[in-house]
């Protein structure tokens, strides 16, 4: 579910939320995400390797200094998989930038995309923002 986007999940509150919510919830390390096939019998309890390590985080910290998109403080961020976990993508410093819980949203939802270019984190706008799609630079990001 978490690879094609079908279905709705059922976490334990018993309220629904779209497939893309989790998504977006199980790109962070908070929860063990359980994709459950038709019968509600589990397929996948997620991989460790999803997890962002005390260090990894300090090393995105260095590189980021907080939000990557609008610069809050990093107690206000959480790791973002460039490429999803669930699509192949490693726990790396070359895949994953701190975002604050509003600029996650936007990434996931919003029609933002990210990138990670020669180690600089790149913004590509939704066309509604910028037709061209043209990217912006990080806020803390070094000049190449
Ligand atoms: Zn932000
Ligand atoms: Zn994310």
């Known amino acids: 579910m978490l690879r094609d986007r079908l ?12 497939p893309e919510g989790v998504r977006r919830l199980a790109c962070d390390a908070d929860i063990i995400p359980i994709m459950l096939g038709s019968d509600s019998v589990p397929l996948d309890v997620g991989r460790n390797e999803r997890l962002i390590t005390p260090a990894l985080r ?3 910290i260095a590189r980021d200094k907080g939000c990557a998109r609008c610069g809050r403080p990093p107690r ?5 998989h460039v490429q999803h976990w669930a699509d192949g ?6 895949n994953c930038v701190l975002l604050c819980d ?3 949203r ?8 990210v990138r990670i270019v020669d180690g600089i984190v790149e913004f590509l ?3 509604y923002v910028d037709r061209e799609r043209r990217p912006i630079r990080g806020i803390n990001q070094l000049a190449a």
């Open 58 to 60: 300090k090393a995105l």
């Open 89 to 94: 993508g490693h726990t790396c410093l070359d």
């Open 7 to 18: 279905g709705v999940a059922y976490p334990h509150s018993g309220a629904p939320i779209s």
């Open 125 to 127: 706008p939704p066309a």
């Open 106 to 113: 936007l990434v996931h939802h919003g029609g933002w995309d």
């Open 76 to 80: 206000w961020t959480r790791g973002h």
């Open 102 to 104: 509003r600029c996650h």
